[in-house]
């Protein structure tokens, strides 16, 4: 018979299954904002495309980013982060 596995094994796994939900509401409330402001869906795609970049470069620590979650930074902050990004 096979053993059922806990869903989370360590602590390590909680928080991570944490920030993973965090990092989905983010992704669907800001779809869901841009789809109220008119956006369309090509918009909408750049933009998650930068929110998930800015959520590597977050988990990797790479650059100067504020502090915090990035699903917990104001719109500026965020604005500021994806337009660094984007510089050359």
Same mark, same amino acid.
């Given at each position: 018979? =096979?053993?059922e596995k /806990?869903?989370?094994h360590s602590r390590s796994d909680e928080?991570?299954?944490k920030g993973a939900c965090h990092a989905a509401q983010w992704f669907l409330q800001t779809c869901r904002m841009l789809a109220d402001e008119g956006r369309t869906a090509s918009e909408i795609a750049d933009r998650l495309s930068a929110m998930r970049?800015?959520?590597a470069d977050w988990r990797s620590q790479t650059g100067e980013m504020? /502090?915090?979650n990035p699903w917990d930074w *104001?719109?500026?902050d965020l =604005? *500021?982060?994806i337009k660094e990004r984007e510089e050359p």
């Open positions: 018979m =096979a053993v /806990d869903l989370v928080n991570f299954r970049d800015v959520l504020p /502090d915090g *104001s719109f500026k =604005a *500021s982060v």
